[in-house]
């Protein structure tokens, strides 16, 4: 287990955590909190406990609170209602912080918590970064079985995803009744992952799904609630040129992505696994930004013309633009996008990365291999030559 090289922090006061099942939340809190009090809502007899009396926190706490401080409730979404008496709680007894993990917002908003008033600030737990994982990173691992705690510390990576993904299908999806036909959401599944770094089309979706249109919007949006994917929007801050509206498609994880991508004789590996790499640059960027003390704003940039850089980021402290390549050589062609962007945004950081070993700077980009680049991404710190 890596659990010491986590960057993950948590803020002096109450907060939420939000972040997909295994991403290593409940095993951080046991690591980090040894005198918090833990009610876990996966355990099936205090989740029936608490659902038939969600007043039964209160007793709890007033019976705790001379020797805990520190109260965790472990996948909150599973009983909204229990909010109510957290929010009362924080209001009444100053001295005590509560921590609230979940792995879906969907229930939550579907009962139209508020999140305790702002009272409570949100936090987000990803899968690993390459730099927490050190010396044993390894790209290609993590192209294929992908950053998830839970899959990366697994003897057999491939059963473990497999599993991993049918655990979300069954305990997520249909025991909470999120979609009438299980069959149907999983063949959305495999067909949503072509889209995986493109640009989202739902109608085409649909059509090979052999679903209606709003059903695939559904589907998306639970997948996003579930924080099993994610939209990119188009950067269009002062745009000089004419750009594309769609937002891009991505899965959390690459490796949840390979896994679901189906494969066959017609299908290029080299396409897939460019597809993968992308989006694991993607999920280094987002927890990035999220363990940073000043999160920044992720985009793609895309022209009507089709340039097209991969990720813009944008802050008060940042302004990059990165294009991700799946080769070991650079091309004039591979910098065309970066050259454009920064011909409009000229105090545009613009970066290059790509499969090869050495580090260069061509044309005034600086060209970083893959590998290099993310174990020097650290919070606070965007790796520059």
Not at 112 to 141: I, Q, T, Y
Not at 181 to 192: C, I, K, Q, S, Y
Not at 300 to 322: H, L, M, P, Q
Request: proline letters at 4%.
């Amino acid at each position: 287990m890596h659990l010491k090289n986590r960057f993950f922090t948590l803020p002096e006061d109450s907060c939420f955590i939000f972040g997909p099942r295994g991403t290593g939340k409940s095993t951080w809190i046991k690591e980090n909190l040894h005198n918090a009090f833990i009610i876990n809502l996966l355990d099936e007899a205090t989740y029936l406990e608490y659902l038939s009396n969600p007043n039964l926190l209160k007793e709890v706490v007033l019976g705790n609170r001379k020797k805990h401080k520190i109260y965790v409730i472990d996948e909150i979404q599973k009983i909204p209602q229990i909010l109510d008496n957290v929010h009362d709680l924080i209001e009444n007894y100053k001295d005590l912080r509560f921590i609230l993990t979940g792995s879906s917002a969907r229930k939550l908003k579907r009962a139209g918590v508020n999140l305790l008033a702002g009272r409570a600030v949100l936090k987000k737990m990803h899968p690993f970064m390459a730099a927490e994982l050190g010396k044993s990173f390894n790209l290609e691992n993590a192209l294929q079985f992908g950053m998830v705690p839970l899959i990366v510390d697994a003897k057999n990576e491939i059963e473990k995803i497999a599993a991993y993904i049918s655990l979300y299908i069954k305990e997520e999806v249909q025991s909470e009744g999120l979609v009438r036909n299980v069959g149907d959401f999983a063949r959305f599944l495999e067909v949503v992952s072509f889209s995986h770094g493109s640009m989202l089309n739902s109608a085409n979706i649909a059509r090979e799904c052999g679903v209606s249109r709003k059903i695939v919007e559904n589907y998306i949006s639970i997948l996003i609630d579930l924080l099993l994917a994610s939209l990119l929007p188009v950067f269009s801050k002062k745009a000089q040129r004419e750009i594309v509206s769609h937002p891009k498609f991505y899965y959390f994880d690459s490796g949840v992505y390979y896994k679901l991508r189906p494969k066959g004789p017609l299908d290029n590996p080299a396409e897939i696994a460019g597809m993968a790499l992308e989006g694991l640059i993607l999920q280094h960027l987002r927890a990035w930004s999220d363990y940073s003390q000043d999160p920044v704003e992720l985009y793609y940039w895309r022209t009507k013309a089709g340039v097209e850089v991969d990720f813009i980021i944008y802050s008060e402290n940042y302004f990059a633009c990165i294009e991700v390549k799946n080769s070991a050589k650079i091309s004039n062609g591979d910098l065309k996008g970066l050259k454009t962007f920064i011909l409009d945004y000229p105090n545009a950081l613009p970066i290059l990365l790509y499969r090869g070993k050495d580090k260069l700077i061509k044309d005034g980009i600086q060209c970083w291999p893959v590998e290099n680049f993310l174990l020097e991404l650290l919070p606070n710190i965007l790796p520059t030559l």
